[in-house]
């Protein structure tokens, strides 16, 4: 019958006995399920062990082999441990202990084999091939709809056709396994807890792991993880751990951008963790961990990049903010305003007078460009330019001139 549990045991006539109990501790106590009296779960207490016990029956005789049934008051689907003793007490030998999957009807012992949800079937891939082939999957069908993805240790299954992985369940890569997506291929979607070990082709919309995007490959909006980026990603608002090409535009994290990498546009919430290469416009977030002083703001701002915030003790740009339309590399000189030399010696003023003529060559770009003087004279206002003008603090005399 289904609902049968077996044992294969080491010795024949052995009196066995099972018992069932959740996979998890609840409220740090382990629940065992009661099977006399009034069924269901309990904690675990020693003087009701007799209460747990499913008898296990050599069948047939001799064959080392016991079946006992599954209590059929228990009907919950989920993850249960069922431990085999040799002897009718706690204190019985341990004879076996396996996590399986009952889903109503079997339960499966192993682990990743197991259905995990009722009604859902597992396709395993235990042979390499292309997804599309038949022969690459132990039953022998492509998987169908709402089946569970199983690639045994050592195989790889290649995606070499248009196909959305998002229809269907979990996926699981046991030891070395690899599913790749081949070139010229489009997946719509890569599911949550799906991992693509190399993508050479297009995937629209990336919300599980990618470890390596290949350079052929091109992954349009990604909220997942992409471990390496050999190649193309347009819309990132996950995670990239290493750019070694292009992200067109930013929003998520990239964890370190190479010095062959580019990300063209890194928005508002935009992090670059660590900056080897070129962000050609940054409203976010960048730490220039390796660029000279001198290129700076070219390399991590650019032409059109936000208004820089420095390390007070590096001068290096920490992170822009805005759009604030900065070029680089270049310095607007007001012609004929005062060098520093001039405001310091104080050579700007009237050497009789020993004012300032607003009206001046020298004196209109010092008015205008609103650079404070630092000589001992006084500042004169002509005219009623200055009417309704403010001043905040001044260090010598205000002289005014009719």
Known sequence: MSAELSFRHTGTGKTMKATIRKQLTVGGKVQMWQ????????????????NYILTMTETPASSYVYVGSWPATLTAAGWYVV?????????????????????GATFGLG?????????????IADTTGNWATAGTWEDGAIPAAGNNIIIRNGVTVTVAADLD??????????????????????VAIVPAGWEVTNNQGTVTDNYGRIDSNCGAGVVTYNSGTIELNLGIVTYNTGIVEINTTTITNNYGTVEVNSATGTIADNKVNGIVSAN?????????????????????????????????????????????YGSGGVTVGT?????????????????????????????????????????????????????????????TKLDTALKVKS
């Open 111 to 123: 682990g990743a084999d197991v259905r995990q949800n009722a009604g859902v079937n597992n396709s």
């Open 165 to 186: 992985l998002g229809q269907f369940g979990t996926m699981v890569l046991q030891g070395y396994s690899l599913l790749n997506i081949d070139t010229n291929v489009t």
């Open 331 to 391: 310095v607007t000189t007001v012609t004929n305003q005062l060098t520093a030399a001039q405001i310091a010696t104080g050579v700007w003023q009237d050497a009789t007078a020993g004012d300032f003529a607003a009206a001046s060559s020298i004196g209109k770009s010092l008015f205008t460009s609103g650079v404070v003087p630092g000589g001992a004279g006084g500042i004169a206002i002509v005219g009623s330019a200055m009417t309704n003008a403010t001043l």
């Open 35 to 50: 099977t006399a009296g009034t069924p269901g779960w309990e904690d675990l207490t020693v003087a009701n062990w007799a």
């Open 276 to 320: 080897y290469g070129a962000v050609t416009i940054n409203a976010g977030f960048v730490n220039p961990v390796q660029i000279a002083a001198a290129a700076a703001l070219a390399a991590v701002i650019g032409a059109k990049g936000g208004i820089p915030k420095l390390d007070s003790s590096t001068g290096l740009i920490v992170q822009g």
């Open 83 to 103: 431990d085999f003793y040799d002897g009718a007490t706690i204190a019985g030998t341990l004879a076996g202990t396996f996590l399986g999957y009952w889903d």
